[in-house]
């Protein structure tokens, strides 16, 4: 069987994110989504997760942008001067080397995002992280923690296929620059990942067996989710997406990830992707049936 998760990341954001991610799940193939706990338009994506039956929710764990969840006293050595998360992985791989980053506030704060996402009434079908945050070295074993903790079953293993990059990165032929950048990423993340599904499955946590969409993130094409579609090996495969509508307030904010929302929101509810996904009987499911199978 080929099962197929489609997950919208940044539910949360904006409500422009918001409306794009659930008009992805209702006319798409979009099958789950992650929170993020601290994002300006977090209780309207509660609203929004809860007016979609069926919809997959996880937790966007957090260290790269907006305020704490957490008591900013308690995680101070996660924060800038005004008081917010400030910086991707590779700053924050650099402050964790330089012993900058306290483990047991990254711990507290994480552990403080799951509870606010149980509070309003919605257990995570799994964690994965921000710009894949939770797949530091370190981070990667507190997540897994917490997911005990709190009961959630499963997590992303933000380590991409080569060979479904390549189906993915078909028709890509703009911003090559962005493309190869984001492609070292992904295999300077398949190091760190390399044993994260053995660590997984000796904490009971279950995990995709494959995943895709890091290179390719905000340059999605038609051709390229066909392709990517056409060779799904045997076995269940995440493909991380950010659909979206490009609002006034995503515009305020620092991501680059804007018209390209949009752009994937057509391509994921596209008439052709939908039927084709059909006719090769692919199973669209969310985290909650990996973890229900384990």
Partial sequence: MKNLIVNADDLGWTDGVNHGI???FHR???????LLANGAA???GVDVARSAPGLGVGVHLNLSDGPPVADPESV???????GEFAGGPESLLLRRARRGIVLAEVEN?????IQKVRDAGIMPTHLDGHKHVHMLPGFFEIALRLAKRHGVGAIRVSLESSSLRAALGSGAKRNAGVILKQGVQARGLKLLARDARKQAERAGISTADYFCGIAQTGKFTREGVEQLVKSLPIGTTELMCHPGYA???LQKTPTRLQA??????QILTDTGIRNLVASLGIRLIDYGFVSQEA
Avoid: H, K, M, P
């Fill in 247 to 249: 609002d006034a307030e």
């Fill in 76 to 82: 101070a050595s996660l924060l800038n001067g005004d």
């Fill in 22 to 24: 659930v008009e992805a």
């Fill in 109 to 113: 704060e994480w552990d403080a995002q």
């Fill in 42 to 44: 977090f209780a309207e």
């Fill in 28 to 34: 798409g193939i979009v099958t789950s989504a992650s």
């Fill in 260 to 265: 390209s929302r949009q752009t994937e929101l």
